[in-house]
Structure formats: structure tokens, C-alpha cells
């Protein structure tokens, strides 16, 4: 409680000297509604539950370069069929748009892919928080059998004996190629993957026409229904866990018996961990259908309904959903210059 | 019913046929386990309400090349940003993965969008079954103005103004570009998007080891709970209409009020009509998700149940559910001689 007073209280105080300088500089004005450009303008609402993404980071170029062919090179797989880009693909809204993502066989696996845009400020990974960093995060997937099915030993000597990447670490690393480079390579191509400038971000840096009165009324919604008690911060979630019993109303007796994945009670076997999962960020949520941990529904509107069924005990009507729907779709944000899709 | 006999009969008469030259072929083989080489084996069972896919058909080349560049040229579309390939991506299953594909401007349309694989022997086309040509469904998504905003006139002066397309619809058609020979182009590449040779494709032709028990238990299961009535044929579906009343469990008010896509209703202004759909064909159907016209769920284990539960009044068990699943998964087929993903 202290700790969220110790962010409540400044927060406060920002805003109530922001006040203070928007009404001076109101008061100079020629006309109430002077033209302000966003970019200039001073106008975050700092109590806001949502905070605008800040642009990508300064990371080294070649580092980028060459964590990015890395992430897309299905070499780091044992049989040179799966990249990173399979089940996070950057036109896919950097997820796969599968249920449950294909491993060897086309066998589908236990859990949604969840999108790596933003995730350089995620404060842990995977579904159930196993991984703290981005670099340990490649661990998962690297050794998964139903992945890549690979290995470090492995994977380093297929990259030193590539006609490539030996000259590429040396030039980006100053040494030849270890895990450690291997991970940081892929681990700063990610921390690039922002996508700043969503409408609503826009909207919050004070252009009042970046989004439609509808997202604004669905916004306003989402504040007082209490889903940005979870889903807030940079990026509208990814800060936290919580315990998710969402069940899917179609699949039988896991109804009665609960889901079988019980989330970070796997790793802890703590009961107060059972089906607790990391709370998903919501940036560029209209991209990464289907939805939750078991990629179990489809839809947007859907999701919306059954988070506030099952999380919030509440019964929204279909204009709630609507205009929620709304406001989420207004969380798109733009990697490249363009809008993502 | 006397059609339906129509069509029981025979197969009868068939069945007795085959199963006397299997007997009389078994009792000339040196052991009960003689190998029988798959493609020579006779045994096709002439009673499954499933048939193989046969061979793509024979088809002008020039004119499937010169689909196949049109299938995926955006300048199909008013602004140039939407093709064919772009909600029927054939390395997406002939589909798009969304549960509503985009429009202009990125909002979602009103249906999920059917794979564009197998479509030659489809009945008609449409979830609502408007257009029973593939040259005629074409003008649907050219004109419609959340696809690509485009008319005949439009397409065909830009085609005319294009370096290479003159050439080659003149090579191909022996005359300058008109409707219906772009409309023929694109026709005549979708019928060569067979997908033959799945494994269940390869059991109904006498490989037993094409598929698991598990698989082959899942058939029996599709077939015993009904499932096989309206899913069966070459493209098991595809071939008929059914009223359709999955109504998604997790939308308000939907639940009380019925869904607000009426099928072939709104065209036909029938009673008889109300919430009818084509069937769609489970051809490659692993692939396809999501789910039903609206894309409302996500899942094939949840279809499975879901249609089981409304169509057929059926609750299955979890295993029934894995079991069919399963089956449905062995009739994921083969495209330029490589598995569908």
C-alpha cells in the first residue's frame, strides 16, 4: 500500500502543477481552441492507467541487424524448419494467429504464442512468468522438443560453421560467436520491436480527435468496470500476474474440472499460484486473435465479454462490449512508419 | 428419403460387390498379411461417406499461371492494397486465421473467410451460397466495398495499362483483356488448389497405416453421432446447406436475441431460410481456424463439441472430442507435393 501511495502521491502533485501550467498557458491564449500540435503539447494525463509507449530505444544498429536475422532464421532450429518468426511473425501482429502454435509434426502445442512487439518492457515471460529477462526467455523455445528443438552446443556450432554470422559476431560482438552473443543479438532485436503512436496513445499526448467518441466512452468504461486494475501501464498489461479462471463454455467437463493448465503452480506448486498466469498486455490486442493462455477464444468482442464475466463477476451488455472494443482497437500502434495489421 | 435410397442402395450393392473380390482376392494371397501396395489396392470403400480427393484436374497452364499472378495483385483492388491472397493466403490453409477478415481502413468485415483450397467442387459459394460459379463469386469481394472497392470496367483498364498483362491474356485467350477472361484466369487457378494425398485420403485408398487407431476411432465416432449426415462427399461438406443456430456462448444478448446474420434469409426473404448456411467442407479444416461463419471460436476441439451440442443435441465427453479431433486432423492434405501448415 505504501508503495502505491509512493506512486499515487506524485502522480498527484504532476498533474495538479501540470494544471496549473495548462491553465497559464490557456490564459495566453488567443482563442480557447488554439491549435495545439501533439508533439508539443504538455497535456499527459499523468493519472491516466495507461501510459504512452516512449519511442524504441537507442540500441546498437548492428546488434539489431543481427539479432533480426537471427530471429528469423530457422537454422536455429535442430531440423532448420522453425525461426522465432514462425510463431511470432511481425506481419501477424508479431504472434502466429493459431490457437495453440504448431510444433514438429504440426502438432499443436499447450499454449497461445503471445506477440514479442513491446516486449522489451515486459517484466517477465511466457504465460507463467518463468523467465525474467528476454535472453533467458530463448532458453524456452530453443530446447522445447515440440519447438526448436536444439541446443546451445549445437546451435553455436552451426552458426560458427555458417558462411556469415562468424564475421557478423565478430563485428558486432569484437569476439566469436557464444551464447551470450547469441541471446544478446536476439534480445536487442526485440527491445527494437515498439509501436508507438497508437491512436489512443495519440489520444493520451492530448490530440482529441486520435480516437472516436466511441473508443473514448469504451476507455472511460474499461477505467470504471476495473479491467485497467490489471491492464495498465506501458502496456496495458504485462506488469503482473493474476489468477485467470476463465473456462471455455464449448470444451466438455473441463467445465466441471477446471482447466488442466494450472499456470505458475507448475513451476511453484504453491496453492496460491494455481492457474495464476502473467497478465497479457493489451497493445495492438485487435492483431493477436485468438485469445488467452489456451488460445480458446476467438474474437475480440468475445474476450471482452467473458474477462468481465469470469474476472470481474460482471454481466456487460453488448454496447459495453461494443464500445470497449472500441477503445482496444485504438491500442494499435505502428512498427516502420505504417500501422501495424 | 427415395433419394436418399437412391444413394444408399448402390453402395450397398457395391459394398456386397467388393467385399466378394476382397474374399475372393484374400483367398488366393499366400498369407492373410500380404503387403498390398496402396495406389494398386482396389479397396476403396464405396459406402464411406467420405471419398478421396482425386488428382488435381487438367487445366491450361497458361491460364492457371496467369490466375495464379491475378490471385495475388493487389491491383485487383480500388487503392491497390488488397488481393485475393490477401484474405485467402495459401500458406495459411487458403485462408486468412482471423476471425473476421480486414477490411479498408483495417476495420473487420462480417464473415470469417473460407480457404480458397478445394473450392472447384464446392456447390456454391458464400457462407450464404450467392454465387454458385467460382467466376461468379469473383464479383463479389471486387465490388464489395470493404474488400477491394473495385468494378469490371476499372480492373480491366488498369489491366489493359499494365507491361505485362496485354501479353499475357493474349497468349492465354487469344484476345484482349475482358471480364471473363480475368474472371476464367482466377477460376481456373482455384480449381487447381487440390490438396490430395492427407492421410485419411491415403486409409480410404487401403493404407491402415496412414492414420492412428486413434484417428480411425475418431471417424467412426464422426460417422455413429451423425456428424458424417451433412460433412461428407469429397470435400466432406461443402455440398449442401444446413440451418446453422451456434449461437456464442460468451456475447450478450446474443445468447437470448439469436444471432444477427441471417444466412441465406437475407437473400431469399424465406422463412425456411432463416440462419441457413452452406456447410463448409472439412478438407484441411486443422488449418482453417477460426471457426464458423462469424469466426467465433477458436478452437477445433471446441467446434467439435459445439456443433455436436447444437446441430446434433449431442453432449460429447472430453474424449469423444480428442478422438473426432484427431480424425479431422488426418485430413490435412498435400499442396505442391508438400503437407499443408
Redesign the interface.
Known amino acids: 500500500m505504501r508503495e502505491a501511495l509512493g506512486l499515487v502521491v506524485p502522480g498527484v502533485l504532476a498533474l495538479a502543477a501540470l494544471s496549473l501550467v495548462v491553465l497559464i498557458w490557456q490564459g495566453g491564449a488567443a482563442t480557447p481552441y488554439s491549435v495545439v500540435e501533439p508533439d508539443a503539447s504538455p497535456r499527459i494525463d499523468d493519472s491516466a492507467p495507461i501510459t504512452p509507449i516512449p519511442p524504441a530505444p537507442v540500441l546498437d544498429p548492428l546488434r539489431v541487424e543481427l539479432g533480426e536475422r537471427l530471429f528469423h532464421d530457422p537454422l536455429l532450429s535442430r531440423d532448420g524448419t522453425v525461426a522465432c518468426s514462425s510463431c511470432h511473425d511481425l506481419a501477424?501482429g508479431g504472434a502466429?494467429?493459431?490457437?495453440?502454435s504448431?510444433g514438429t509434426g504440426?502438432a499443436p502445442g499447450r499454449r497461445n504464442s503471445p506477440t514479442v512487439f513491446n516486449v522489451g518492457s515486459h517484466f517477465a515471460y511466457f504465460w507463467d512468468g518463468r523467465a525474467t529477462s528476454l535472453e533467458e526467455q530463448i532458453d524456452g523455445p530453443l530446447h522445447h522438443p515440440d519447438e526448436m528443438a536444439s541446443n546451445w552446443p549445437a546451435l553455436v556450432q552451426k552458426l560458427a560453421a555458417h558462411k556469415d554470422y562468424p564475421g557478423l559476431f565478430r563485428t558486432a560482438y569484437s569476439r566469436d560467436i557464444d551464447p551470450a552473443a547469441v541471446a544478446d543479438a536476439i534480445a536487442t532485436f526485440e527491445r527494437s520491436l515498439v509501436t508507438p503512436d497508437s491512436p489512443f496513445d495519440r489520444y493520451l499526448r492530448g490530440d482529441e480527435h486520435a480516437i472516436s467518441n466511441y473508443a473514448k466512452e469504451g476507455y472511460k468504461r474499461f477505467v470504471d468496470f476495473g479491467c485497467a486494475s490489471c491492464h495498465q501501464g506501458v502496456n496495458v498489461g504485462g506488469n503482473m500476474y493474476q489468477r485467470f479462471r476463465v473456462l471455455?463454455?464449448?470444451?466438455?467437463?473441463?467445465r466441471e474440472n477446471g482447466s488442466t493448465d494450472l499456470g505458475r503452480f507448475e513451476l511453484s506448486g504453491r496453492e496460491q499460484d494455481r492457474e495464476v498466469f502473467k497478465v497479457p498486455s493489451l497493445r495492438n490486442v485487435?492483431l493477436t486473435?485468438?485469445?488467452f493462455h489456451?488460445?480458446?477464444?476467438?474474437?475480440l468482442?468475445?474476450?471482452v465479454?467473458?474477462m468481465a464475466?469470469h474476472q470481474l463477476g460482471r454481466?456487460?451488455?453488448?454496447e459495453?462490449?461494443a464500445l470497449i472494443t472500441s477503445f482496444l482497437r485504438s491500442l494499435?500502434g505502428q512498427y516502420g512508419g505504417e500501422?501495424l495489421?
Chains 1, 2 share one sequence.
Open positions: 501477424s502466429d494467429r493459431r490457437a495453440l504448431l504440426n471455455s463454455d464449448y470444451l466438455p467437463d473441463r485487435a486473435a485468438p485469445y489456451d488460445g480458446s477464444v476467438a474474437r468482442d468475445q474476450a465479454a467473458a464475466r454481466e456487460l451488455t453488448e459495453d462490449v494499435t500501422p495489421r
